[in-house]
């Protein structure tokens, strides 16, 4: 199975702040990974797929990259609605594997 | 609209069986692999379940293999999830994902339905 290693797994950032949050995976996986947000007591929300393109509708404070087994979530600028958990997902092969979570906190 | 509507938990025992539901709508259901994801309580997101678009692939995490089958309908837009020889550890909120990998249009979630595994 791949391991998705996510870190950190939590931050604390003040509004404005650049946020990184990188997933390392156990073997290389191409560009097959995607990047979720999810809030308190609500569904997750694809942001990011193929590693580097952006969700419909998303806003473009939201970036990924990378490739292989290497790969980076960038916010810009931080917004209020943007303090939620964040979750990678590998779907280069069986099983899909998820990263640990970062949950971003407000400084 | 993409909607996904999952139904079917509740609570049930040990060694017990439920079948979840998820009505689609908005979308060409035919059209997207469809997946299953949970979250137990307080912790973070496992795939448990894909699906292609004609039922003749299916894979599956493998704490679940032989217990847990995954079906759909593409003349009802529904997906389903039958659930057998339950235990503690299922306990989760059981999402359904659309297209959880594809590019582009794809990876809408619906809000879950809880299954509670308890005596």
């Known amino acids: 199975d791949i391991q998705m290693t996510q870190s950190p797994s939590s931050l604390s950032a003040s509004v404005g702040d650049r946020v990184t949050i990188t997933c390392r995976a156990s073997q290389g996986i191409r560009n097959d990974l995607g990047w979720f947000q999810q809030k308190p007591g609500k569904a997750p929300k694809r942001l990011i797929y193929?590693?580097?393109s952006l969700q419909s509708g998303v806003p473009s404070r939201f970036s990924g990259s990378g490739s292989g087994t290497e790969f980076t979530l960038t916010i810009s600028s931080l917004q209020p609605e943007d303090f939620a958990t964040y979750y990678c997902?590998?779907?280069?092969?069986?099983?899909?594997?998820f990263g640990g979570g970062t949950k971003v906190e407000i400084k | 609209e993409v909607q996904l509507v999952e139904s079917g938990g509740g609570l049930v025992q040990p060694g017990g069986s439920l079948r979840l539901s998820c009505a689609a709508s908005?979308?060409?259901?035919?059209?997207?692999?469809m997946s299953w994801v949970r979250q137990a309580p307080g912790k973070g997101l496992e795939w448990v379940a894909n699906v292609n678009l004609d039922e003749s692939g299916k894979r599956y995490v493998d704490s679940v293999k032989g217990r847990f089958t995954i079906s759909r309908d593409n003349v009802k837009n529904s997906l389903y999830l039958q659930m057998d020889s339950l235990t503690a550890e299922d306990t989760a909120l059981y999402y359904c994902?659309?297209?959880?990998?594809?590019?582009?249009?794809?990876?809408?979630w619906g809000q879950g339905t809880l299954v509670t595994v308890s005596s």
């Open positions: 994902v659309r297209g959880i990998g594809a590019p582009g249009a794809g990876g809408d």
């Open positions: 997902l590998q779907h280069n092969s069986y099983p899909l594997t």
């Open positions: 908005g979308f060409t259901f035919s059209s997207y692999w």
């Open positions: 193929a590693a580097s």
